[in-house]
């Protein structure tokens, strides 16, 4: 299990800030008053692909360039914004990017991959089929592999994190999604790097239970299935690396239905005007659902991203909960 420093925060974020602007930190006032705390929400979809994981885009790729300068081109598999990030710093970096996605992925996801430059590849019934492909084809094409999971993503999405601590240190808790990890493990290690006492929930989907069954077994669980609309976090194996970190780092896991998730993605839009994507508005679903042991306490919500499809945020704003 990795650890960071203060020192390696402030150097990530240097890289980091060099190809984007900080994403700022609000305390809505309307939002304060539906969730009956002061809430601070981290506006990772301000950022260049309307997502958290652009960071770890940044890092990974120079890392990569500088251990595997012969390096030609990336592999990976997505749901859509690790895409977007991988895509958007390979191909800057004179890299190929090939981008493997399940069969019926988020058509905005992947037109917006395939603009920054993406070679798109649909595979399989969900994230896990699509990554085990990804990682096929990449030995194969002499492609070098981008796990949903590795220290270089983790060190440049800490970076969001590093940030709302610096502004706001005195947060009680804060509520992060988890997919694969690197975002509650992000915020994990700058909470301990900076030597806070912030609780951090972690917040998934009662459809994709793997990371909060794994840490009530105390090992890896899979599930059968994660058929969610919060398709960020729609994942059926565990990334021993990350519940290492989550599974000691974090106070709780706790799990939000698919309706819980649409009325936060609503609440975002009714009290600040932003939109969530599913796994964007859980972190904020979770908070919902502890309201009443939050009373009067100082939360943190990570908008960890805004891509949500027309079709989609328009069943919500109409009331309704997408279905998959």
Request: net charge negative; with cysteine; aromatic share 8%.
């Amino acid at each position: 299990m990795f650890s960071m420093t203060r020192t390696d925060l402030e150097a990530a974020a240097r890289l980091v800030h060099a190809a984007m602007a900080p994403t700022p930190q609000y305390s809505w006032p309307l939002l304060n008053a539906e969730t009956g705390c002061e809430t601070w929400v981290k506006h990772e979809n301000h950022g260049p692909t309307g997502a958290f994981k652009v960071r770890g885009g940044i890092t990974f790729i120079d890392w990569l360039k500088r251990t595997h300068p012969e390096c030609k081109g990336i592999c990976t598999a997505t749901r859509g914004n690790h895409g977007q990030s991988q895509a958007r710093a390979a191909t800057a970096a004179g890299m190929r990017a090939l981008v493997y996605v399940p069969r019926g992925n988020s058509t905005e996801k992947n037109a917006a991959m395939q603009a920054f430059g993406a070679e798109l590849v649909e595979f399989g019934d969900d994230f896990d089929e699509a990554r085990e492909e990804a990682f096929r084809v990449a030995a194969a094409e002499d492609l070098f592999i981008v796990p949903p999971f590795h220290p270089e993503l983790v060190r440049g999405v800490a970076t969001y994190a590093f940030e709302l601590f610096s502004e706001v240190p005195d947060l009680d808790v804060v509520y992060v999604p988890i997919g694969c990890g690197s975002g509650i493990c992000g915020t994990i290690l700058a909470r301990d790097a900076l030597g806070l006492t912030t609780e951090v929930v972690g917040v998934v989907s009662n459809q994709a239970q793997t990371a909060k069954l794994s840490v009530e077994a105390g090992r890896l669980i899979e599930t059968n299935s994660a058929r969610t609309f919060a398709d960020g976090m729609a994942v059926r194996v565990p990334v021993q690396e990350a519940f290492d970190i989550y599974s000691t780092g974090a106070a709780r896991i706790i799990a939000v239905s698919d309706d819980e998730i649409a009325e936060a993605m609503r609440a975002y839009y009714r009290t600040t005007h932003n939109l969530s994507e599913g796994a964007g508005a859980a972190p904020l679903a979770g908070l919902m659902q502890e309201r009443a042991i939050m009373a009067g306490k100082k939360a943190g919500v990570i908008l960890c991203g805004g891509n949500v499809d027309t079709a989609w945020f328009q069943t919500v704003l109409a009331g309704g909960t997408p279905t998959v």
